[in-house]
């Protein structure tokens, strides 16, 4: 059995195609957890520790739209941005991933969001790494920023159910 606090997310990249596969599951409502995936909130659980500290984050979350992300990485401001593809409320969030002034090295992004069990899965599909070691550096990360968001939606969860 799978308790609320269990905040195990997975990641697997394979690194021949370029791409990661991760998912999570979280104590919240599909409708919440896309909040949280497609509002300043990601300042809170997009993260990796000492590695990638995103401070800002502002975007026009429609198909069209643009993102941007900043923050700091290994001591280093970054900014990172890209444009949303498809937007699908509350079950499937698309947007490219590209390096500020760096549109012709752009990835995607797909968020799937489903409710199973009184809980919600998110599984990330990453699609588009040309280098074997941004790839596998990417799936960690991944890794750590979906338990990120896992642990702040079953603490909220929690402290609405008491």
């Known amino acids: 059995m799978t308790s609320s606090n269990d905040t195990r997310a997975r990641a697997v990249a394979d690194l021949t195609e370029g791409l990661i596969l991760a998912s999570v599951e979280v104590a ?65 969030l698309v947007h490219t991933w590209e390096g500020a002034g760096k549109p012709n090295a752009a990835s995607t992004v797909t968020y799937f969001v489903e409710a199973i069990n009184g809980r919600t899965r998110v599984t990330l599909r990453h699609a588009g790494f040309a280098s074997r ?26 402290l609405d159910h008491q």
């Open 28 to 92: 919240a409502d599909p409708e919440r957890v896309f909040r949280a995936l497609a509002s300043k909130e990601i300042t809170d659980w997009w993260v990796r520790p000492g590695v990638f500290d995103t401070r800002e984050w502002t975007g026009d979350v429609c198909a069209g739209g643009r993102w941007r992300a900043s923050g700091m990485t290994r001591g280093e401001p970054y900014v990172q941005e890209g444009a949303f593809l498809d937007v699908e409320p509350p079950r499937r």
């Open 133 to 158: 070691d941004m790839c596998n550096a990417f799936a960690i990360g991944w890794e750590t920023s979906l338990e990120r968001l896992a642990e702040i939606l079953a603490l909220e969860f929690s």
